[in-house]
């Protein structure tokens, strides 16, 4: 590849794929039991949720901004065109941190491109975006060309997801509290989508069988071509769940490309155990 993807963790592309891909990654940092740790780099999802379950709140942070830097100055050092993909600049500040970085790597290097992307996506939303701007960047598209193929993939990517409480959200800054409007009740299950980037609750559905026949009847409102595209799902260590929609999916749109991965720890620290998430297109793309 002539551009280099850079990634950070909360597209929840399983680590080794990125190692495999050779996506630069920069992880966000959770912090448990006064400890720091990368995630999925020193600490693996599912230590997350077991501590949630256990009652313990981890607080997450931007990626280091000294690593941040590092791989900038590298890249610029060697000259190498790199597009960062980040996580939402509504959820995270991470996409500000780093365009402050990269002004600062530009002004002793000039000449280097790096574009960020605000990608206003989130969990495997913003990982289906990474995973085709590396098909694309294989292909050796140009450089202007490439970036504005990927933002309007990020512009087109529907995410919809349920959580088993709001008050993970909440507590953390991502939902304002007067959202959270579910509070607890028995077998209620909100639903919330992403719009320009923020999290915005829909509705509120009881049971699971209710919720997953809602997701499909969005997909259908929403989505197009869904045949041709790859589906994404994503848990919050609730497999079965993933595999469950996944089958209703195929049987109901036949879909027969999907990408299943496990939320991340920076990202599950907010949403919680049993989040699933639904992710795809809501316009048939170039290839």
Do not use: W
Request: glycine letters at 6%.
């Amino acid at each position: 590849m002539n551009v280099k993807i850079i990634a950070d963790s909360a597209c929840d592309l399983p680590y080794s794929f990125l190692k495999e891909k050779n996506i630069l990654f920069l992880p966000l940092m959770i912090h448990l039991d006064e400890n720091d740790y990368e995630d999925f780099v020193t600490i693996e999802p599912k230590q997350v949720y077991d501590a949630m379950r256990n009652g313990k709140v981890p607080k997450t942070s931007q990626a280091n901004p000294l690593k941040i830097k590092e791989l900038f100055t590298k890249l610029a050092e060697e000259n190498v065109p790199s597009i960062y993909i980040a996580f939402s600049s509504q959820l995270s500040g991470t996409y500000q941190t780093t365009m402050m970085i990269r002004n600062e790597v530009l002004e002793q290097y000039p000449d280097f491109q790096l574009t960020i992307i605000d990608s206003k996506c989130a969990s495997l939303g913003l990982g289906l975006i990474v995973k085709k701007a590396i098909e694309l960047a294989e292909q050796n598209i140009p450089y202007s060309q490439l970036v504005d193929m990927i933002s309007t993939y990020c512009a087109h990517m529907e995410h919809i997801f349920t959580v088993d409480d709001l008050e993970f959200l909440a507590r953390g800054g991502r939902l304002s509290k007067t959202s959270a409007f579910v509070g607890g009740l028995l077998n209620i299950k909100p639903l919330l989508h992403v719009e320009d980037g923020k999290l915005i609750p829909i509705e509120k559905i009881r049971g699971r069988k209710k919720v997953y026949k809602r997701m499909l009847e969005l997909m259908e409102e929403r989505g197009e071509d869904l045949q041709n595209q790859i589906i994404g799902i994503s848990h919050g260590d609730d497999e079965q769940a993933a595999l469950e929609l996944k089958a209703l999916i195929e049987e109901h749109f036949g879909c027969k490309h999907f990408f299943i991965t496990e939320i991340g720890g920076a990202i599950g620290a907010h949403a919680g155990p049993g989040t699933l998430a639904l992710f795809f297109l809501n316009k048939q793309m170039e290839q």
